[in-house]
């Protein structure tokens, strides 16, 4: 009995300080680390995942604006990943014993290499492996999804990439999303009107490099009868080669539409006063392009 009490105040001496107050359920431990870049600041909203020795994933999160996380496991052992926008990831294992604190202390992220970019030319948006999807909210409650399945494009690389320029145009009748009454009803004039503007376009005028992997590629889009400006949050993934050996470019990118900015205003509302399509419309891009010609 003496030993149990012993035992009970040792744990109760371990967790001092601001754990002392952190609830432990029984059989678990609590893994803790700070993510800091090559200068020492901390990197806040880093991405963390833990998993465990199978590879399952556990918990993950972002990290706090001191760059720190805290987190509640069970006993065992673990792998952990940190990866952030413009750095390597970070991997390390470590073991988590019960009632205590398992801290990896500072973790100093290092700066990535940029990937390569596409060499100065044109280069001409491959469709096979390309697509252009959106998702709109129906009745406030589930997602829709959808597609463009009839699209051409071309981007001029110049020597200083900021000067390059895009060029998109997107078949407005294509749209697809995989009921037919719907997309009857998407291409009448409650909607896109194909018949009086049957394409969407993009012309590019900037791309901005946010650092790392990230652009911003300014442009007016022109759709249903308007242009106004929009700006695509792009992530360059570098270059790769094809099955007969071409050079290939990809990147992803989205942008968030607001149908009134179009003059798509179409607000049929149900009984309760729920607007049948939800205001803004997601769009996503994955794009792969090969040198022109």
């Known amino acids: 009995m003496i030993g149990r009490l012993l035992g009970s105040r040792t744990k109760r001496m371990q967790r001092t300080g601001p754990l ?31 998993s465990d020795a199978m590879g399952r994933k556990v918990v993950g999160g972002g ?47 290092q700066v990535a290499q940029p990937p390569e970019l596409p060499a100065p030319g044109d280069w001409e948006i491959e469709p096979a492996h390309s697509s252009i999807a959106f998702t709109a909210r129906h009745i406030g409650l589930a997602r829709i999804h959808g597609r463009f399945n009839s699209f051409a494009g071309a981007v001029r690389i110049a020597d200083d990439m900021e000067q390059s320029a895009m060029h998109v145009v997107i078949d407005a009748a294509s749209i697809d999303t995989n009921v037919k009454m719907r997309d009857d009803h998407l291409r009448s004039a409650d909607f896109l009107d194909v018949q009086r503007y049957p394409t969407l376009e993009f012309y590019s005028d900037r791309f901005a490099h946010r650092g790392g992997n990230r652009w911003a590629v ?19 993934l570098g270059l790769g080669n094809g099955m007969e050996g071409e050079t290939r470019a990809a990147c992803r990118a989205t942008t968030e539409l607001h149908r009134d900015d179009f003059t798509v205003s179409w607000q049929t509302m149900l009984a309760r006063g729920i607007a049948v399509v939800g205001p803004s419309i997601r769009i996503d891009l994955d794009v792969q392009t090969v040198p022109k010609g």
Do not use: I, Q
Not at 32 to 46: E, G, I, M, Y
Not at 63 to 81: I, K, M, N, Q
């Open 20 to 50: 002392a107050a952190v609830h432990t359920p029984p059989d678990a431990g609590v893994l803790s680390c700070r993510v800091l870049d090559p200068v020492n600041a901390p990197v806040t909203h880093a991405e963390f995942t833990v």
């Open 63 to 109: 990290t706090d604006p001191f760059g720190s996380f805290v987190a509640t496991v069970p006993a065992g052992e673990y792998r952990l990943a940190v990866s952030a926008e413009g750095y390597t990831p970070y991997r390390a294992s470590v073991t988590v014993a019960e009632d205590t604190l398992a801290s990896l202390g500072d973790v100093t992220l």
């Open 218 to 236: 300014t442009g007016a889009l022109s759709l249903h009868g308007v242009t106004r400006t929009v700006t695509l949050d792009t992530e360059y």
